[in-house]
């Protein structure tokens, strides 16, 4: 009886500690002896937004599509290279800088081989676009580790289209625990960066449904897009499109959001509180944030699950 009660406790010790290591961790790579990860990490991606501002937006937006997509979440997937992949679907249009995580990767594999992840690099690469612009520091657990998987089917089924309304974006982002509040932040990420021509065309009718709700700014987008060749015309996301602020929450509120759920965040019953106190209270904005950026990169394979790969794009 005492023996089965020892095998007992043994057992649920070891159960135990395995539940604790498969979990996200602050300080992960200093409990692996890899002491200075996180701060070699920020040094480098910062090194690249010196020299390419529109880089830092990128490494954000990066972020979402990976955690977004992939068998386990932020697992990387979005980096591995070959045809088929996530990088193939019509809904990573705009999405570049990829270097800048591969030039970091092959830096930590000197540093600690075979221990940081892709998954963690893209979600610190994030974290870190945020401070650079001025927004909040945010602490992340990490401890992701990478798939061996990449699908541009699933890309294209998961990634939320330039069209989506209200409904769309807060069933995207429920599955990661978020509130609605927290919803709304996340989505002032809009705060960075730019946008296609080719993602709003359907807004530039005159009788479209979903066109912009101030009507100047319509036609300054018309103009903007009347000449788009290639698909280079680009738009501000906000009108500091190098500043993490509470600009876009203003912007949407006058009815300059550049897409159509920008738009109708401002106007939803659910959602449109929630914009009036992020427009006039930037604290608030960057408190919701940061929660909803720790449950977005939080998604993730850990421990056994998944593996750390040698090179992002294998
Ligand atoms: C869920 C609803 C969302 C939709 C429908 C959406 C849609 C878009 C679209 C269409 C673009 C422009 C792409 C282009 O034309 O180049 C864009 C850009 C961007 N998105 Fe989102 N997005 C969403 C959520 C997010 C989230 C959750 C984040 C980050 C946490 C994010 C960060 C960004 C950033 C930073 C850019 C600018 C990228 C750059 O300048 O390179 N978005 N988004």
Known sequence: MGRLLALELLTAAFLLAAVADAELRYGYYDSLGCA?????????????????????????????HDCQV????????????????????????????LDIINSVKSDMEDMCPLTVSCADIIAMAGRDAVAYNGGPEIQIPLGRKDADFSSATEAEAKLPPATSNVDRVLNVFAPFGMSIAESVAILGAHTLGVGHCKNIQDRLQLNSPTAPNSVVYRTQLRAACAVNVFDIAILNNDASQFTFDNQYFQDIQNGRGLFTVDDQLSTDPRTAPIVTLYASNQGAFFSAFQSAYVKLTSRAMTGNQGSVRSTCTL
């Open 36 to 64: 200075g990860v996180e701060d070699r990490v920020r040094t480098l991606v910062r090194r690249s937004f010196l020299t390419d501002a529109t880089s830092s937006a990128a490494m954000l937006r990066l972020a979402f």
């Open 70 to 97: 992939g068998p386990g979440g932020c697992d990387g997937s979005i980096m591995m290279e070959g045809d088929g992949g996530e990088m193939d679907a019509g809904s990573n249009f705009g999405v570049k800088r």
